[in-house]
């Protein structure tokens, strides 16, 4: 069965204070792996794209790896308007399947 | 190019009535979907749509229903609202072949009471 887990499901961190958000899947054949960004009331934001593993893609303070088995989100120095929930997503067959998400709280 | 347009933003509807959320897009995507999301959790897929003409069923279908009889449009019924279908609705669409990024609109919150 294809699954998507993301973990930790919250992380509180300190302005500046550097971590990882995991993604983690089980999918026959990955056609790619997206991350998103969700803030509160609004849709999805739609962050990277990955398609092998080993290829990794940056924007500001996120970087975003992939393994065989599981992508990372590296957020560096992050700032209080990094706070959000981050999703990741793969295809599996014609549907696009989602993870729990990482809330993220940055504390100033 | 508006991209995924949802109506209405928010709804409150009473046990047992029924309505149509409804989704537009306008980048000529084939694949067309609608999650829900209830509060601190992930998205949960209802039904999708390949192209006009067909639906399949997702994670959590019961209780909806949908139709695609264009590639613009893709509405979704809820018949016979119950309390459990209090959430937030999200549709989105995107293209498979190619750059593969999902769209997604603004979502409707829907409260049964």
């Known amino acids: 069965e294809d699954q998507v887990t993301q973990s930790p499901e919250a992380l509180r961190l300190q302005e500046g204070e550097s971590s990882s958000l995991n993604c983690s899947y089980t999918?026959?054949?990955?056609?790619?792996l997206f991350w998103y960004r969700q803030d509160p009331g609004k849709g999805p934001e739609f962050l990277f794209t990955?398609?092998?593993a080993g290829e990794e893609k940056e924007k500001e303070r996120l970087k975003a790896t992939l393994t065989k088995k599981e992508s990372f989100l590296h957020i560096t120095a992050p700032k209080p308007e990094d706070s959000a929930t981050y999703l990741c997503?793969?295809?599996?067959?014609?549907?696009?399947?989602f993870g729990g998400g990482t809330r993220l709280m940055v504390k100033p | 190019n508006a991209g995924v347009t949802q109506t209405p933003k928010f709804r409150i509807l009473k046990i047992g009535q029924s309505m149509t959320l409804q989704c537009t897009q306008d980048?000529?995507?084939?694949?067309m979907y609608w999650y829900r999301q209830d509060p601190g959790m992930g998205l949960k897929l209802i039904y999708y749509s390949v192209g006009a003409g067909i639906t399949d069923k997702g994670e959590v279908p019961n209780g909806y229903n949908v139709s695609r009889s264009t590639t613009e449009d893709f509405p979704l019924r809820l018949e016979l609202a119950a309390p459990s279908q209090t959430s937030v609705y999200f549709c989105?669409?995107?293209?498979?072949?190619?750059?593969?990024?999902?769209?997604f609109g603004q979502g409707t919150r829907l409260t049964v009471v």
């Open positions: 997503a793969v295809p599996a067959g014609n549907m696009l399947t």
């Open positions: 989105a669409s995107i293209e498979m072949a190619g750059n593969t990024e999902a769209f």
């Open positions: 999918v026959s054949g990955l056609r790619g």
């Open positions: 990955l398609y092998s």
């Open positions: 980048m000529n995507h084939n694949y």
